[in-house]
């Protein structure tokens, strides 16, 4: 069958002159759920840099806390991946990302909060590496 330009959706198909975005990117939803991925992602690798950034900086932490805190954060998803995922399996997809990036973005704000008020020390990074990586 020969390609029939008139049947095809054109990129500026719009009245007004102005320029239609084709394929995904014409869907509200799912410029949404690439914007809330971008920022959820943008989060989670700033979080895998700043906590050791700042465990190094701040607290003078030597190779083997670094270590530490790293296993720290890598040790929820050998721990409780399979029990929180059946879990929260029965929950809406929607409502776990959203509750997910919350609660990891208060986490990464207790760190700042806790260096403001003069308590940040490894126990609360070791705290806070385990929350992020459980979320």
Not at 4 to 22: E, F, I, K, Q, T
Not at 26 to 39: C, E, I, K, M, P
């Amino acid at each position: 069958m020969p390609f029939d330009p008139s049947s095809s959706v054109s990129s500026s198909a719009s009245g007004s002159g102005r320029s239609v975005p084709s394929g995904p990117w014409r869907d509200g939803d799912f410029r949404r759920l690439w914007a809330g991925q971008t920022a959820s992602q943008l989060g989670e690798h700033a979080g895998l840099v700043i906590l050791p950034l700042i465990a190094v900086l701040t607290l003078d932490a030597d190779v083997g806390r670094l270590g530490v805190l790293r296993a720290v954060g890598q040790a929820p998803a050998l721990l409780l991946s399979l029990l929180v995922g059946a879990w929260v399996d029965r929950w809406r997809t929607r409502t776990v990302m959203v509750l997910a990036d919350f609660g990891r973005a208060l986490a990464l704000g207790a760190v700042a909060a806790a260096g403001l008020l003069g308590v940040l020390g490894l126990p609360v990074l070791f705290v806070v590496a385990f929350v992020v990586g459980t979320l």
